[in-house]
C-alpha cells in the first residue's frame, strides 16, 4: 500500500475528506519525526511504541571491492507492536 492508497482508504473508513486525511496524516509524521529527533519514545496505546537509537559512525569493509566505507552516525527507528495489535494480526 502506498501513501495515496492508505489516505484514501483512511478516507473511506473515517469519512473525512482526503485533504484532511492528507493534512492529519503529514500532522501525524512531522510530530512522529521531531520527537524521535530527539531520540523520544513514542508510545500509542493499543498499536505500540516507536524508539530512536543513535547509532554511532562506523567504519565498514566492502566484501565487494575490499575498500573501507566510513558510514555517519544516523538515529535508528525500531517500532515494537503492542500485544493488542498483535492479537489483531493474528486473528
Known amino acids: 500500500m502506498n501513501n495515496k492508497q492508505l489516505i484514501k482508504e ?8 482526503e485533504k484532511d ?13 521531531d520527537s524521535l529527533s530527539n531520540l523520544d519514545i513514542i508510545a500509542i496505546p493499543g498499536f505500540g511504541e516507536f524508539e530512536a537509537l543513535r547509532k554511532e559512525e562506523y567504519i565498514s569493509v566492502d ?5 573501507k566505507v566510513l558510514y555517519p552516525p544516523c538515529i535508528e527507528v525500531n517500532f ?12
Open 63 to 67: 566484501d565487494a571491492t575490499g575498500k
Open 10 to 17: 483512511l478516507s473511506k473508513r473515517l469519512n473525512r475528506d
Open 21 to 33: 486525511v492528507n493534512s492529519l496524516l503529514n500532522g501525524f509524521t512531522n510530530v512522529l519525526k
Open 80 to 91: 515494537n507492536a503492542s500485544s493488542l495489535l498483535k492479537k489483531k494480526m493474528i486473528d
